[in-house]
């Protein structure tokens, strides 16, 4: 019995253990869907003018196709799978916030709750209010963050199939203008036709 109160303990201490890292998480994580909502107003706001990965992407292409024919084909594959996973690692970054936002938040919500009872049973109602003022504004942090996060990310994900969509035509031009009928190994560029 002696045994089973002590790894209760030692759970309850471990917990407590998380229980800074995780109120700073989802501070961080609410500091970061700001920043994320700001970069995507003005990612709209140059879109509006011209797609900077399209427009980046152009200027890659024109150097690739500068160094003439030999092995074309394969550059402009390379090129433009590169460019599809540069533009897939920026929309990582924000669904890794879909998924860790809410986890934390349940985790800051838990954690204080966990402290709450242990001051409940200790008679200590002031400490006890004040862990689950800080579990329920975790839970709505870490949720909150996590919805941001989505509606950016299905904003972005909008604007990646666009660009990609694009820069796949404009490689097709290119390769039919130069006498390839299509890169070899061409997954993206026999999907569109």
């Given at each position: ?35 994320m ?64 936002g ?27 209010a ?7 504004t975790?839970t ?54």
């Amino acid at each position: 019995m002696e045994f089973v109160s002590w790894l209760e303990r030692f759970l309850f201490d471990v917990s407590n253990a998380f229980y800074l890292p995780v109120i700073l998480g989802v501070s961080l994580l609410i500091v970061y869907v700001a920043l994320m909502l700001g970069a995507l107003v003005h990612e709209a706001w140059e879109r509006r003018k011209l797609a900077r990965a399209v427009t980046a992407y152009r200027a890659q292409m024109a150097i690739e196709l500068a160094l003439g024919t030999p092995h074309l084909d394969a550059r402009l594959e390379r090129l433009l799978q590169g460019a599809e996973l540069s533009l897939a690692k920026n929309l990582d970054r924000i669904r890794f916030v879909i998924k860790v936002g809410p986890a934390l938040g349940l985790m800051g919500t838990l954690i204080p709750m966990g402290i709450s009872l242990a001051a409940l049973a200790e008679g200590n109602i002031p400490k006890m209010a004040g862990s689950m003022v800080t579990a329920f504004t975790a839970t709505v942090a870490g949720l909150g963050s996590g919805v941001v996060a989505y509606l950016i990310a299905l904003v972005r994900e909008k604007w990646l199939k666009d660009d990609i969509r694009e820069m796949e035509y404009l490689t097709e031009v290119a390769a039919r203008e130069h006498g390839l009928d299509q890169p070899e190994g061409s997954h993206a560029l026999s999907e569109t036709a």
